[in-house]
C-alpha cells in the first residue's frame, strides 16, 4: 500500500486546510485510516482515525475544529482542519492499517502503512 498525503501549505491562524491522502496498491474498504503529525523537536502525535465502519475517533487538542472523513471509491482519507493555531504547525502523516485492529485506533504502532507526509504552517 502506497499513501500520498497532499493539501499542505502556509496558512494563518483562523483559517481552513484540507488535507488528502491517497491510497495505491490495495482497496483500503476494510483498512483503519488516521492522521499523525509531527511537529519541529516533538514526537509524532496521534490527530484522528476512522475505522472501517466509519467510527471516529479524536486527538483532545482537536477539540472539534478537525473532521476526518474517509471514501472508499476513491480509495481516501481526508482531513478537514478548521480554526488552525500556530500549535498546529507540524508535518501532518496519514497511515492505513488493516483489520484486526490490535493495539487502538491512536497508536501509531497500530498502523503498518505510512504515507510522506504534508507539512502545514500556521503563522501571521
Known amino acids: 500500500v502506497q499513501l500520498q498525503a497532499s493539501g499542505g501549505g502556509l496558512v494563518q491562524p483562523g483559517d481552513s486546510l484540507r488535507l488528502s491522502c491517497a491510497a495505491s496498491?490495495?482497496?483500503?474498504?476494510?483498512?483503519?485510516l488516521a492522521w499523525f503529525r509531527q511537529a519541529p523537536g516533538k514526537e509524532r502525535e496521534f490527530v484522528a482515525a476512522?475505522?472501517?465502519?466509519?467510527?471516529?475517533r479524536y486527538a483532545d487538542f482537536v477539540e472539534g475544529r478537525f473532521t476526518i472523513s474517509r471514501d472508499n471509491a476513491k480509495n481516501s482519507v481526508y482531513l478537514q482542519m478548521n480554526s488552525l493555531r500556530p500549535e498546529d504547525t507540524a508535518i501532518y502523516y496519514c497511515?492505513?492499517?488493516?483489520?484486526?485492529?490490535?493495539?487502538?485506533?491512536?497508536?501509531?504502532?497500530?498502523?503498518?502503512?505510512w504515507g510522506h507526509g504534508t507539512l502545514v504552517t500556521v503563522s501571521s
Open positions: 496498491g490495495r482497496i483500503l474498504t476494510a483498512y483503519a
Open positions: 476512522v475505522s472501517w465502519n466509519d467510527v471516529d
Open positions: 497511515a492505513a492499517d488493516p483489520p484486526p485492529i490490535e493495539y487502538g485506533l491512536e497508536y501509531a504502532h497500530e498502523y503498518r502503512y
